[in-house]
């Protein structure tokens, strides 16, 4: 074996050497390699929420508890700065509640001013049909109210023995004419002021017959309105005997709120509508604005003049109206969409929608509201140019925060909310049938106050609270047995305050929070297979609002009835 020199030696050492350091190096990066990848697998724990209700968040797979979606593995989220208070929903979960929002802007707007009235009589040609002389009624040729006489057509008859003096002196004056002439003359005026024509005159001294009563004969065209003497009864001069109106032109009155008498003006043109024409619409021009606000009510009266020579329209018959007024709001002022606000009270708010690094949240937001144009209102604070506003879905987002417990309408403000717990029910079941037998009779109460019908409301409402006294025996869940129990010991709802409610302004204020609590239930629990409407009245209460719900979207004040049937609007469509 040949001996090996030192330097081969040398290299030979020097190469086992680096090839010794090079494996320690190798195999030390692929250990901590692995240990770093299985402490990340080890530290990383799978959360799971619902795309519908991103605040529920559980270490295993399963069901939403509360809507029974399937739970999906969460995405890092990373860090956003959205508000505290905000609601987080995915884009799925937008899409499924088909949430819409809107940037808020600056415009110009129409605004629509709905007036309701009815068709009257007009007033200036209605006409007294009276009597010149005192006397008995002998003949009534008209006996009915409605009936249509014509100018001259005879009326009636009347004995006066004024009258027939009157007639001796006219036979004896004519034939001393010759002798007296002026007394002729004297006693012809003094018969024509009680309205004998001339041809009745000259027949009387002609014929030398003095007639026992004078006919008297209509003075205009039109309907008999009024009857005001019976056969027999004895007049005095001037007395009326009938009022005649000629309908040929009638007037459309319309009640004007006291929060529009500012912007509707004589002049302006108005599209109204009848019920018993649907579908037809119909353009008149305000003739006067009365100018003294009526204390009860407080509107004032509008009045445009029809004509109706074929008797279309009748005296009484109601009438929808609106004024469109145009150009209003200046390109300064900022307006957010009617849709997007959600009155609680005499107070509103809208969802803001925020994003931050992919995120979305909505936010509650109070807003100062001017005057309504068209769509939209008018933002006097609040709200910035810009900012984005919920649309559509804004009740699903608010029955998310509900459920999130962020701020909400529904655990914010109403009177029945802020003491009574809103429980999640299952409407398939005993609660819903409970439930729904209760709101019709809600529904048939807000009927009976809107029509000012104390005694009816009275036996309705007393019924509905004696039917939730009952509910609490029934075999109902013990989450809507301790949401009823809360209800009747709310102020006006307790058997004491529904006993003792002697008229009907009481009653309207126990249905206050009685609305305020059916409110809570169908917002977060679903309208029980109908559709509902949320509507709300700013001045209820003085002027603090109320809310209440009808199936229809047409406006009847429960809480003014007739004093102002037709104040309030839709706030939320349920269903």
Known sequence: MKKLDKKSL??????????????????????????????TESDEEVIYTCSMHPE??????????????????LQNEGESTLPPNALRM?????????????????????????????????????????????????????????????????????????????????????EQSTSFPHLLEAVKQKLALWKLTPQQIDAIVESKTIKETMEVYADHNGY????????????????????????????????????????????QKVLYSFASYPGREFEGTLDIIEPILNPDTRTLRARMVIANSDMKWRPEMLVKGKVILTNLGGSKDLMVPKSAVMWTGKHSVVYVKHTSDGHIGFEMRPVVLGDSYGKNYLVLEGLDAGEEVVVNGTFSVDAAAQLANRPSMMNHTHPAT????????????????????????????????????????????????AKIVDA?????????????????????????????????????TS????????????????TLGQRLYVQHCPMAFDDQGADWISTESEIFNPYFGSAMLRCGEVTQTLG
């Open 224 to 267: 008999v309105v009024s009857k005001e003497v019976e056969k027999g009864d004895y007049l005095q001069q001037g007395q009326s005997i009938f009022q005649i109106a000629d309908m040929s032109r009638l007037w459309v009155v319309f009640d004007v709120f006291e929060k529009d008498a500012l912007v509707i003006q004589r002049g």
């Open 56 to 73: 529920i968040r559980q270490s295993e797979p399963g069901d939403c508890p509360l809507c029974g979606m399937d739970l999906t593995p």
């Open 90 to 174: 995915s884009e799925t979960a937008m899409q499924l509640a088909q949430v819409q929002t809107q940037e808020v802007g600056f415009g110009g707007e129409e605004r629509e001013v709905a007036l309701s009235g009815k068709v009257t009589l007009n007033e200036e040609r209605v006409y007294s049909q009276a009597v010149h002389i005192e006397g008995r009624v002998e003949e009534l040729a008209v006996n009915s109210l409605g009936q249509y006489v014509k100018k001259g057509q005879l009326v009636a008859k009347i004995y006066s023995p004024e009258l027939i003096a009157a007639q001796k002196e006219l036979i004896q004056a004519a």
């Open 472 to 508: 609490k025996r029934a075999s109902i869940s013990s989450a809507l047995k301790g949401a009823f129990e809360e209800l009747l010991a709310l102020k006006g709802l307790t058997s004491s305050d529904i006993k003792s409610a002697a008229d009907i302004e009481k009653l309207r």
């Open 10 to 39: 040398r290299l030979i050492i020097i190469t086992l050497v680096v090839g010794f350091f090079l494996g320690w190096v190798f195999t030390r990066n692929s250990s901590s390699e692995a240990t770093s990848v299985a402490s």
């Open 418 to 465: 802020q003491r009574i717990e809103i429980p999640e029910l299952d409407f398939s079941g005993a609660d819903g049938d409970v439930l729904k037998g209760l709101m019709r009779d809600y529904l048939t109460l807000k009927d009976h106050l809107a029509s000012d019908q104390y005694e009816e409301s009275f036996k309705v409402f007393s019924n509905l609270h």
């Open 511 to 526: 249905f206050q929070p009685l609305s305020n609590f059916f409110i809570g239930i169908v917002a977060k629990n679903g």
